[in-house]
């Protein structure tokens, strides 16, 4: 059985389905507007448990999955969203003991995504705070899983050049892609697969330009929709509302001039 222990992650779900995340702490106590939760009526307890409010309210209180700790976890720049790091996943062939180039790191969704399946992880971040924020949320959600021999970050202008050796994946998340191909040209191994985040067509549009101009092939571009359905006894029907663009992936290979 998973009880929850003092340190946990937590998430609370309400009969609206609105998500309250925290760590479990002795002594401590959740606050809403639906009353008090005491944090040590949830130490001990059972994952799924139905926790009261102090005014009555009732909550599922469950460990959160990465796609909820990256929607409700604290954040500086935007995140990618889960519907795109599944993908983003496949597309750069992220596996254990891959080493991957990864830029910039804003919150840390994508270096958790990717650290948690193995990854070996070299971040390159131009802000301070964004990144002491990054590497807060990934020893956050990995806990005693997070290894920091997988997990560097330096404060640097990935502009400006890689100097931390070759690498079997790049991804990026930059306004300007396009201005990474010449320096992945050498920091990149041949067959390695770069991925590039761009919230708009006009970014992947360059971006693309610039991977044919170098020594890549095989590029592609993709946009990932989510629709949820309604499905309540026989009445079925598409949501009224969907996730629908956040952004374009494009990937490539780095293959011999």
């Known amino acids: 059985m998973?009880?929850?222990q003092a340190g946990d992650e937590v998430l609370l779900v309400d009969r609206k389905n609105r998500r309250y995340l925290f760590t479990l702490a002795d002594g401590d106590e959740f606050h809403s507007h639906a009353g008090i939760v005491r944090h040590d009526d949830l130490i001990g307890a059972s994952e799924g448990c139905l926790v009261p409010?102090?005014?009555?309210a009732r909550y599922t209180a469950v460990k959160p999955t990465l796609s909820e700790f990256v929607l409700k976890m604290p954040r500086g720049a935007?995140?990618?969203y889960p519907k795109d790091l599944g993908p983003l996943l496949l597309l750069a062939d992220i596996a254990p003991g891959v080493r991957v180039f990864e830029s910039g790191i804003g919150s840390g969704a994508t270096s958790t995504t990717?650290?948690?399946v193995g990854a070996h992880v070299v971040g390159y971040e131009v802000?301070?705070?964004f990144a002491a924020r990054a590497e807060a949320n990934v020893r956050r959600f990995l806990g005693d899983a997070f290894d920091p021999d997988r997990y560097e970050l330096h404060i640097r202008d990935a502009y400006e050049g890689i100097d931390h050796g070759t690498f079997d994946r790049a991804v990026l998340d930059l306004p300007e892609p396009w201005r990474m191909t010449p320096h992945l040209a050498t920091a990149l191994r041949p067959g390695g697969i770069v991925v590039a985040y761009t919230p708009s067509m006009m970014?992947?549009?360059q971006f693309r330009a610039a991977l044919a101009e170098g020594p890549y092939g095989l590029a592609e571009t993709l946009?990932?929709?989510n629709r949820g359905w309604h499905i309540e006894g026989a009445a079925v029907r598409p949501?009224?509302?969907?996730?629908?663009?956040?952004g374009f992936l494009t990937h490539a290979r780095r293959i011999e001039p």
């Open 2 to 4: 998973s009880t929850f």
């Open 53 to 56: 409010s102090s005014r009555g």
């Open 78 to 80: 935007q995140v990618i």
């Open 114 to 116: 990717m650290l948690r």
């Open 127 to 129: 802000r301070d705070d």
């Open 203 to 205: 970014q992947a549009q």
């Open 223 to 225: 946009e990932v929709l």
């Open 239 to 246: 949501e009224h509302r969907m996730v629908a663009h956040t």
